[in-house]
């Protein structure tokens, strides 16, 4: 288990008493050990319900880790159909058995590592993101309702 930050020391100590010695906690991880240890994860596990695009999150599907989220609509439209969503009356039981169905099939977790890859790849890519954003500035700029290119044209 890798962390914690600032705001989740409490939640650390608890899951540290509830783990025993079967779970190693690797504390905060960042650069090449961040990387060497997202590459070769299970999967990750977002137990977050933040409405928000989380880097992390991101990332993680770049490595190509399988992707366990809590079910919430900010999470699910970064995923998409490539991870598992889990939540329900227990989302502690629900998770439980979403870790044992893809820890006894190797091909699900495959088929999921792949899928996250695939979706960074097509809908993440930074070079596609900022095309989008300089088309969208470029079409204001264009527009004729544009204060920036009446401020262009003054000029």
Not at 51 to 61: C, G, I, S, Y
Not at 108 to 125: H, I, S, T, V, W
Request: net charge negative; hydrophobic share 40%; with cysteine.
């Amino acid at each position: 288990m890798v962390g914690p930050v600032g705001y989740e020391r409490e939640y650390h100590s608890e899951l540290r008493a509830l783990a025993g010695a079967d779970v190693v906690f690797t504390g905060g991880q960042y650069g090449d050990q961040y990387q060497v240890l997202s590459r070769h994860a299970l999967a990750f596990i977002m137990p977050a319900t933040i409405e928000a695009t989380r880097l992390v999150l991101l990332d993680q599907m770049g490595f190509g880790s399988a992707i366990v989220y809590r079910e919430c609509p900010a999470s699910r439209e970064v995923v998409g159909e490539a991870g598992l969503a889990f939540g329900g009356q227990d989302p502690v039981l629900e998770l439980e058995a979403m870790l044992d169905r893809i820890l006894e099939n190797p091909g699900m977790l495959e088929y999921y590592r792949q899928g996250a890859r695939e979706r960074a790849r097509d809908c993440f890519d930074w070079n596609q993101v900022t095309d989008v954003y300089v088309r969208i500035l470029n079409e204001l700029i264009q527009s004729p309702e544009s204060k920036t290119r009446q401020a262009l044209a003054r000029k």
